[in-house]
């Protein structure tokens, strides 16, 4: 039996590997083709190119990625040995289906935790140069429960930011010299964004400083109402978006002082629910896969048997979208959700699993 365990999860690795890899090319063909020009006009040099691919692949696709192609491994991989007639063999020896994918499911448990750490590690980090590489000399960093941005000669620190109400909360601008010298400090708690992306900052206090004179003291101005020039609308959408950059220790850290401020974290809760329950999936997809794979010993037919899997998978990504809109609208509690999603498919690939003929 070890024999046999080593073989069909040497297949299962192999074909994992080799569907990775031509899935990552295709991708980047895909890519090509559709934004070429952007993509030149941004990115003229080779080594401009692939850097600006090499990042853009982790960031928009791995976490989609890695569960389909265990999916597609382990389908291959138990549906070519079915049309081989392994399976009848195996059969014939006495060894029971369920006992045979054991070894895969344990890999597909491993390459679970492998993607919540690659996610936490290398997809953070892509996703981070690949804002870095599109805005140059720009820059959100997490400190201290807010957010700070950094362009030019500006640092602005926003607690909180909502893109629909075009609102930001907590929000602290620093101006300095061209050598670093803090030239005046802005703040306010409450900033209104108008149709021309300005700024309206209520209630503010600003600092003057002599940079000539760092021991003088701070000339103090109180004002109902300034306004800021400060960026275009991508650059509020990064603000609304800037949790998704965070790692699960900084979004917690994040949570913890919001709660603090006696703030809503109800959508940041969830946001962590859903990156902790994504590396399921690769597990609920291989059970999927199994039933399916086996299936082919009796069908005879690859194409059946992988056009009911793709049905399944997209009503996986209908559901858990439909799921997230609804999470969005309070319409279902967000922490709760996502593990919902994948309990419900997951308990149906457990029943598909059980009636697997022994």
Same mark, same amino acid.
């Given at each position: 039996m070890r024999i046999l365990s080593r073989y069909y999860l040497t297949s299962y690795l192999s074909l994992f590997v080799s569907i990775l890899f031509a899935s990552m090319i295709v991708i980047v063909i895909i890519e090509l083709l559709l934004n070429f020009e952007q993509i030149m006009e941004d990115h003229a040099g080779f080594a401009d190119l692939a850097t600006y691919l090499f990042l853009r692949l982790p960031s928009y696709y791995f976490r989609d990625l890695i569960p389909v192609t265990s999916f597609a491994a382990v389908f291959?991989? !138990?549906g070519l040995a079915a049309r081989r007639h392994e399976l =009848?063999?195996?059969? =014939?020896?006495? /060894?029971?289906? &369920?006992r045979?994918?054991?070894p895969i499911l344990a890999a597909a448990t491993v !390459? $679970?935790?492998?993607? *919540? /750490?690659v996610s936490e590690t290398v997809v953070l980090s892509a996703t981070r140069a690949l804002i870095r590489l599109e805005n140059p000399g720009e820059e959100i960093a997490y400190r201290r429960g807010s957010f700070w941005y950094h362009r030019g000669d500006t640092i602005y620190s926003v607690r909180e930011a909502d893109r629909n109400l075009k609102t930001l909360r907590g929000v602290r601008i620093f101006e300095t010299s061209p050598v670093g010298r803090l030239l005046q400090s802005t703040q306010s708690e409450f900033?209104?964004?108008d149709e021309s992306n300005r700024w309206h900052l209520r209630d503010a206090t600003v600092r003057k400083f002599d940079p000539s004179n760092p021991a003088s003291p701070a000339i103090v101005e109180r004002r109902a109402e300034t306004v800021v020039d400060v960026a @275009? #609308? &991508? %650059?509020?959408? +990064?603000? %609304? @978006? +800037? @949790?998704?950059? !965070? $790692? *699960? $220790? #900084? *979004? &917690?850290?994040?949570i913890r002082a919001r709660s603090v401020e006696g703030r809503d974290v109800e959508i940041f809760r969830g946001m962590m629910s859903a990156r902790l329950a994504e590396p399921l999936t690769v597990i609920v997809f291989a059970m999927v896969a199994i039933p399916l794979g086996l299936s082919v010993e009796r069908h005879r037919s690859l194409a059946t048997a992988a056009v009911v899997g793709i049905a399944i998978l997209g009503a996986f990504y209908t559901t858990r979208t439909a799921a997230t809109m609804l999470s969005a609208a309070a319409l279902t509690p967000a922490t709760q959700t996502p593990w919902f999603v994948i309990a419900g498919f997951g308990g149906f690939a457990a029943f598909r699993l059980a009636r697997i003929p022994r």
């Amino acid at each position: 039996m070890r024999i046999l365990s080593r073989y069909y999860l040497t297949s299962y690795l192999s074909l994992f590997v080799s569907i990775l890899f031509a899935s990552m090319i295709v991708i980047v063909i895909i890519e090509l083709l559709l934004n070429f020009e952007q993509i030149m006009e941004d990115h003229a040099g080779f080594a401009d190119l692939a850097t600006y691919l090499f990042l853009r692949l982790p960031s928009y696709y791995f976490r989609d990625l890695i569960p389909v192609t265990s999916f597609a491994a382990v389908f291959f991989c !138990l549906g070519l040995a079915a049309r081989r007639h392994e399976l =009848t063999a195996v059969k =014939t020896g006495g /060894i029971s289906p &369920h006992r045979m994918v054991v070894p895969i499911l344990a890999a597909a448990t491993v !390459l $679970s935790g492998a993607m *919540l /750490i690659v996610s936490e590690t290398v997809v953070l980090s892509a996703t981070r140069a690949l804002i870095r590489l599109e805005n140059p000399g720009e820059e959100i960093a997490y400190r201290r429960g807010s957010f700070w941005y950094h362009r030019g000669d500006t640092i602005y620190s926003v607690r909180e930011a909502d893109r629909n109400l075009k609102t930001l909360r907590g929000v602290r601008i620093f101006e300095t010299s061209p050598v670093g010298r803090l030239l005046q400090s802005t703040q306010s708690e409450f900033v209104q964004v108008d149709e021309s992306n300005r700024w309206h900052l209520r209630d503010a206090t600003v600092r003057k400083f002599d940079p000539s004179n760092p021991a003088s003291p701070a000339i103090v101005e109180r004002r109902a109402e300034t306004v800021v020039d400060v960026a @275009a #609308e &991508h %650059d509020l959408a +990064r603000l %609304d @978006a +800037r @949790a998704k950059t !965070l $790692s *699960l $220790s #900084e *979004l &917690h850290a994040y949570i913890r002082a919001r709660s603090v401020e006696g703030r809503d974290v109800e959508i940041f809760r969830g946001m962590m629910s859903a990156r902790l329950a994504e590396p399921l999936t690769v597990i609920v997809f291989a059970m999927v896969a199994i039933p399916l794979g086996l299936s082919v010993e009796r069908h005879r037919s690859l194409a059946t048997a992988a056009v009911v899997g793709i049905a399944i998978l997209g009503a996986f990504y209908t559901t858990r979208t439909a799921a997230t809109m609804l999470s969005a609208a309070a319409l279902t509690p967000a922490t709760q959700t996502p593990w919902f999603v994948i309990a419900g498919f997951g308990g149906f690939a457990a029943f598909r699993l059980a009636r697997i003929p022994r």
